[in-house]
């Protein structure tokens, strides 16, 4: 049997077993019905043991030492000296002569193997075997032994875009069909002289960009621009040379040396801009022009996708039959490139096809399984990139890395793809591309400026090598759903900005007279000119049936706590207590009644701040608003008329609610102190004796967390947030009786401002007025002292704000352990103080997700609670959630939450995520 008749059978026999074509399009559906927000949340879970952690670098990147030691010049060297580019990698970051750094680092990151190029131009300086250099060579071999002395196993490129530039000069490059032998026996010399230390191989790194970008829109070397239909001829070429160096691989190569052989192949990641078959096709076809130009070949049938022919016609090469049966099959794993430059900077609108890019390692990976018939994926290159100016503090690259790594976990555990190994991008800054020095991608800083290129841990290293040790994500303690139940009394409720008010009863204010169903109709016809005489009446509470509607809402949710907030330029139009709104004082002393004898206690607050209206009186929000010295005294005389006429009925009070918000000035929150402490002492000298009720105020407290925990130099911004944010108003009232030292001095150092002063006479009127610490929490961000947005970075505080990648948005993080760290820091600052969540709650769509997310939230926001309880430090004595216009589903959710943890029957106990369990 001839060789190319077994080639055909065995092309034919593989096509035949291969996944069915299109099989990816299945994935957009599958992920749409995953449970959300369950599937989106993080996963602590560990890598097999055997997976590949892996780091790397390109040669023309980082090398250096363009002409040195007999290199000869590749088209990157021309290349960036021609038009209007301002830099070039000459020196890059000099790795030729620092060799020996790059290992220490590569040491220092616990890495199993480590990914580097092969500088064509340096090992033969005019491409061919003829201009051999041994200097060349010689690097290379002593960079493996170096390698293999520290027990880290090379993964080698034999082409990572930096052709030779005389066979671009001389033969056109890649366009020329040549360049498959000439490229074969480079290969060949490289498996010859290091083959034997080497067991990953890929053979060309990103051919998408090489065919596109060098040699049709010319962003990168070698910069040709003048032939549409070339980047397509010299893709076809780039298959069929990697096709030859694998296949003399496999013959010559493989029976000793036991390596692996692929093509590095790149992608963005896509959504369909709607749901219908028509989109999810064209993200379909999106996907095979850019990735499945080259996979498609490799690992389905070895032609190209149908869509691309379809489109592209006669402009797209063709293969012969025995062509297919040399291309495909040629790849043995599936090498992966993935990251903010390849995935999305060098992917063409035009190849989008309307539909919406998305970052999504985990989507892509499971499109890759489906499509390709479930081969082993090593991810070879893979991270983000950040300002050119930042030094070793690079969140937002670490964080992509958490997300990068995330997503390549659940996609083993969940999805089931077998994703060998993940590569971090970049070992060093360096040299990048067409962006020059403009971003850095490195783990370890090189200061550019200096001689010996010094290369420093970023924050992104120190994060990678913690991941390599754990081997992933192991579940901590503290990330362990907690078992349990809450006290007796723990107080269950639920908050509203307002409540509905109707002060006239409607069935009583009418004096018209009707005639009613005089054709058989239901109808009621008014008489015109006729009016009842006045009724005599008395205004009962039962009478209100707004009251009667939003009680039955309230204990149909089954809690035993109702806050609400008055609204003070209502009950005091005026600004005069003289003059109230008896008729509105009445209606609210009819509604805390009906509260009451629902079994639910009213919360009731007496001034909510909103940025849209102060809630002041007419005459007091004319005058300056807080900053009128008479404000705080009307607020005390307002709260004495609200103690006197609803007291009887309501036992827990709020002052103000969340006045520290940041729109609020320095001089207006001093103002809002003394006119809570003035209202909480009028309430102990003259109402406390007789209505036996508690009064404090209430702070807005978002957790803010460290960017780094593991930095010194990040835990100092995030004290800071937090005296700025909730120590300004609560140190105050719960600690010191003046305003945090932190806070006062970094204002007077750093901004020459200065905070008002506490005489002695309002220290003692401020300090102590509390009763219980009360919290309003949604959410929590991430702050650092590096600065890399201008958007999200605060100049006075001097940090930088931002989110960890891997959260739940509905539209702000969803972080449940940021409740626990905010109770926490409450006890560890102001003691044993009584703490009630006030606010918590989520803002969803419930018509899209049928209110998953909201249930999703409330289980683990109250099982971070509640882990306060089970370790016996009784943080939290209650928890309200936002009470909006409920759907009936909305209310089964939260009333079959409320009962499963606060009236716990016998068998049943508080499982992971707030289940109830028999």
């Known amino acids: 049997m001839s060789g190319l008749l077994l080639a ?208 049709g829109t010319g962003v990168v070397a070698p910069g040709i621009k003048n032939d549409p239909d070339l980047p397509f001829r010299v893709g076809h070429i780039l298959l069929k040379a990697h096709a030859a160096v694998w296949h003399l691989y496999d013959r010559l190569y493989r029976p000793r040396q036991q390596g692996q052989l692929s093509m590095a192949l790149a992608s963005h990641w896509i959504k369909p801009s709607r749901t219908r078959l028509e989109s999810l096709r064209e993200c379909q076809c999106s996907l095979d022009h850019v990735l499945g130009w080259f996979a498609r070949p490799l690992f389905t049938d070895g032609d190209y996708p149908p869509c691309m022919k379809e489109r592209l016609g006669s402009r797209l090469p063709s293969f012969t039959p025995e062509e297919r049966a040399q291309v495909n099959g040629t790849a043995d794993f599936f090498a992966l490139s993935h990251g903010a430059a390849l995935s999305f900077q060098l992917v063409n609108d035009s190849l989008k096809f309307g539909q919406q890019e998305e970052l999504d390692l985990r989507m892509l990976l499971y499109w890759i399984n489906a499509e390709y018939d479930k081969p082993p994926v090593f991810v070879v290159q893979s991270g983000w990139s950040v300002l050119g100016n930042t030094k070793t503090e690079d969140p937002k690259h670490m964080y992509y890395l958490k997300r990068f790594i995330a997503e390549a976990l659940k996609s083993i555990i969940i999805d089931g793809v077998n994703v060998i190994g993940y590569t971090a991008w970049s070992l060093i800054d360096g040299f990048e591309w067409h962006r020059e020095y403009g971003i850095r991608r490195g783990l370890y800083y090189v200061d550019f400026n200096t001689l010996d290129m010094k290369r420093e841990p970023k924050t992104s290293a120190t994060f990678y090598r913690n991941i390599i040790q754990r081997n992933g994500f192991p579940e901590l303690p503290e990330n362990r759903p907690a078992q349990g139940i809450f006290p007796c009394d723990f107080a269950w409720g639920v908050s509203a900005n307002s409540i509905q008010v109707e002060t006239t009863p409607s069935q009583f204010s009418d004096p018209s007279v009707y005639l009613w169903n005089i054709s058989n109709n239901g109808e009621l016809i008014r008489l015109e000119g006729i009016t009842a005489p006045p009724l005599r009446r008395t205004t009962h509470c039962a009478d209100y049936a707004t009251i009667r509607q939003q009680v039955d809402e309230i204990r149909q949710v089954g809690v035993n706590h109702f806050h609400f907030s008055l609204n ?207 919290i309003s929490h949604f959410s929590t961000e991430l702050v650092t002292h590096a600065k890399e947005d201008s958007y999200t970075y605060r100049a006075m505080l001097e940090v930088q704000h931002m989110i960890d990648t891997t959260w739940i948005m509905s539209p702000r993080p969803v972080v449940p352990w940021g409740l626990r760290k905010a109770l926490n820091w409450v006890r560890e600052h102001y003691c044993d103080v009584p703490v009630y969540v006030m606010a918590n709650g989520v803002q969803e769509d419930p018509a899209r997700f049928k209110d998953s997310l909201r249930v999703y939230y409330l289980y683990n926001y109250i099982n971070e609670a509640l882990k306060g309880e089970t370790t016996n430090t009784h943080i939290c004595c209650g928890a309200f959630f936002i009470l909006m216009h409920c759907s009936q589903e909305q209310h089964v959710v939260i009333t079959a939450l409320v009962h499963c943890v606060i009236n716990p029957l016998a068998g049943i106990e508080v499982f992971p995520l707030g289940l109830c369990m028999a």
């Open 8 to 215: 055909l059978l065995t092309f034919l026999a593989f096509t035949s077993a291969a996944a069915k074509p299109n099989a990816g399009l299945k994935t957009w559906g599958r992920f749409r019905k995953l449970p959300y927000p369950g599937d989106k949340a993080f996963l602590y879970d560990t890598f097999p043991d055997d997976f590949i952690w892996a780091v790397g670098t390109a040669a023309y990147q980082v090398e250096g030492a363009f002409e040195k030691d007999g290199k000869g010049l590749s088209i990157w060297d021309t290349f960036t000296r021609g038009g209007n580019r301002m830099a070039t990698g000459d020196v890059g970051s000099d790795s030729y002569h620092n060799s020996q750094a790059d290992i220490r680092a590569i040491g220092q990151l616990g890495v199993s193997h480590y990914r580097f190029s092969l500088s064509w131009s340096r090992i033969f300086p005019n491409g061919t075997r003829g201009s051999h250099n041994e200097m060349g060579t010689n690097y290379y071999r002593d960079l493996i032994k170096k390698l293999k002395d520290i027990r880290v196993q090379p993964v080698v490129t034999l082409y990572h875009w930096d052709l030779p530039d005389h066979l671009q000069q001389t033969l056109g490059g890649w366009s020329n069909p040549e360049m498959v032998g000439i490229f074969k026996d480079y290969a060949d010399f490289c498996f010859q002289t290091f083959g034997d230390d080497v067991k990953y191989w890929i053979t060309i790194d990103n051919p998408f960009v090489v065919a596109l970008h060098g040699y």
């Open 568 to 774: 003070w330029s209502a009950v005091v139009p005026s600004g005069d207590v003289a003059h109230p709104n008896s008729t509105l004082l009445g209606y609210y002393r009819c509604f805390t009644r009906q509260l009451l004898q629902a079994n639910v206690t009213p919360v009731v607050t007496l001034w909510h701040h909103t940025r849209q209206r102060s809630s002041l009186p007419p005459p007091l929000d004319t005058a300056n608003k807080w900053l009128n010295r008479e404000t705080p005294e009307a607020f005390a005389d307002y709260a004495r008329l609200c103690y006197r006429e609803l007291g009887a009925h309501v036992k827990m009070w709020i002052t103000l609610n969340e006045p520290n918000d940041e729109m609020v000035g320095y001089q207006e929150g001093h103002q809002m102190l003394r006119a809570h402490a003035l209202a909480w002492h009028a309430y102990d000298r003259e109402f406390r004796h007789s209505q036996g009720g508690k009064v404090s105020l209430n702070l807005h407290m978002d957790w803010v967390e460290p960017a780094f925990s593991f930095s010194r130099e990040d835990v100092e911004p995030a004290k800071r947030v937090l005296d700025f944010r909730v120590g300004w108003f609560a140190e105050p009232i719960f600690g010191s009786g003046d305003y945090p030292v932190g806070m006062r001095s970094w204002l007077r150092q750093l901004n020459s401002l200065e905070l008002p002063v506490f005489n002695e006479e309002d220290r003692q009127l401020v300090k102590g007025t509390y009763d219980f610490f009360a």
